[in-house]
T-cell receptor
């Protein structure tokens, strides 16, 4: 099966930067996704990486190293509305998308 | 609003019962996915349908079944319910069912199932 690990919780201050790490072991690899999920709501797409390197999208950036089975999501200039769960998801060699358990980020004033 | 519609939003039932969850995908999307999310676990992939046919199967119990109808809406049937089946059930849709690396899923708001 797939193994996707990410920290359970992180806390940061408004305006700061937080980095959420994700490591994975999958049968084949066809891309890595980050989703944001506010409590009780649907996950929404944040970013996608399939090649090594950094993808930047406004305050959010995502990095991938395929050789290390590693990704991170970087959230800059944190805002209170960024308090949510962040899900790392990997598409395996059979194109199935599996999710990690999620990292709950709490932004404090 | 993702464009994916799930009904009902909440469902409370008793052990041993059977329920049906409904999902309408985004307009134009042919694939429907079902996921289960429990408090202590991440999103667990259950099953995928593409244009009416089963495309991929995940950790779906034999007590659970799903189908996709000609109008592309999908239903997830859960039977002989147990306390442990209490969870948030999400439906997601995407345009294609053919393998595409960057194809992202659009999620509905979920159905919260409580088995008492």
């Amino acid at each position: 099966g797939q193994n996707i690990d990410q920290p359970t919780e992180m806390t940061a201050t408004e305006g700061a930067i937080v980095q959420i790490n994700c490591t994975y072991q999958t049968s084949g690899f066809n891309g890595l996704f980050w989703y944001q999920q506010h409590a009780g709501e649907a996950p929404t797409f944040l970013s996608y990486n399939v090649l090594d390197g950094l993808e930047e999208k406004g305050r959010f950036s995502s990095f991938l190293s395929r050789s290390k089975g590693y990704s991170y999501l970087l959230l800059k200039e944190l805002q209170m509305k960024d308090s949510a769960s962040y899900l790392c998801a990997v598409r395996d060699g059979d194109y199935k998308l599996s999710f990690g358990a999620g990292t709950t980020v709490t932004v404090r004033a | 609003d993702s464009g994916v519609t799930q009904t009902p939003k909440h469902l409370i039932t008793a052990t041993g019962q059977r329920v049906t969850l409904r999902c309408s995908p985004r307009s134009g999307d042919l694939s429907v996915y079902w996921y289960q999310q429990s408090l202590d676990q991440g999103l667990q992939f259950l099953i995928q349908y593409y244009n009416g046919e089963e495309r991929a199967k995940g950790n779906i119990l034999e007590r659970f079944s799903a189908q996709q109808f000609p109008d592309l809406h999908s239903e997830l049937n859960l039977s002989s319910l147990e306390l442990g089946d209490s969870a948030l059930y999400f439906c997601a849709s995407s345009v294609a069912g053919q393998p595409a690396t960057n194809e992202k899923l659009f999620f509905g708001s979920g159905t919260q199932l409580s088995v008492l």
